[in-house]
Nanobody, 128 residues
Framework: QVQLVESGGGLVQTGGSVSLSCAAS????????ISWFRQHPGKEREFVAG????????QYGDSVKGRFTISRDNAKKTVYLQMNSLKPEDTAVYYC?????????????????????WGQGTQVTVSP
C-alpha cells in the first residue's frame, strides 16, 4: 500500500516556475514508477512525466518536454516536478500516481488507469 501527497501548487505568472512534490509513505518505494498527470476541467487526465524506481529513466509528455523535469529522492520517498517556462495552458490539477513497473519496458506508462495509487491533487494556475 502506497499513500501519496502532493504539495507545491499555486498561482504563478506566465513564464514563471513552480516545483511540485509528491511525498509517499509505505515500504519499497523504490520499486514504484511514479508519474505526474494533470487534468484540465472537463478533460481526461493527461500524462506529464514519469520516472523509474531507481530514478535513472524518465519520460515526458510532448507538451512539457524541455520545460518540465521530474526527479526523485528515494531516501526521502519523494518525487519532484520542476516546472519552468509555464504557460496558461499548463493550468490544471496535478496528480502524482504510482505503480509497480519498469518504466523503460512499460508501453502503458502514460495511461492513467494502469496506476494503482493516486494523490489528492494540487492546483497549478498560470496567469496570462
Amino acid at each position: 500500500q502506497v499513500q501519496l501527497v502532493e504539495s507545491g501548487g499555486g498561482l504563478v505568472q506566465t513564464g514563471g516556475s513552480v516545483s511540485l512534490s509528491c511525498a509517499a509513505s509505505g515500504p519499497t518505494f523504490s520499486t514504484y514508477v511514479i508519474s505526474w498527470f494533470r487534468q484540465h476541467p472537463g478533460k481526461e487526465r493527461e500524462f506529464v512525466a514519469g520516472i523509474s524506481g531507481a530514478g535513472g529513466a524518465s519520460q515526458y509528455g510532448d507538451s512539457v518536454k524541455g520545460r518540465f523535469t521530474i526527479s526523485r529522492d528515494n531516501a526521502k520517498k519523494t518525487v519532484y516536478l520542476q516546472m519552468n517556462s509555464l504557460k496558461p495552458e499548463d493550468t490544471a490539477v496535478y496528480y502524482c500516481a504510482a505503480k509497480r513497473s519498469i518504466l523503460s519496458a512499460d508501453p502503458a506508462a502514460t495511461i492513467p488507469r494502469t496506476y494503482d495509487y493516486w494523490g489528492q491533487g494540487t492546483q497549478v494556475t498560470v496567469s496570462p
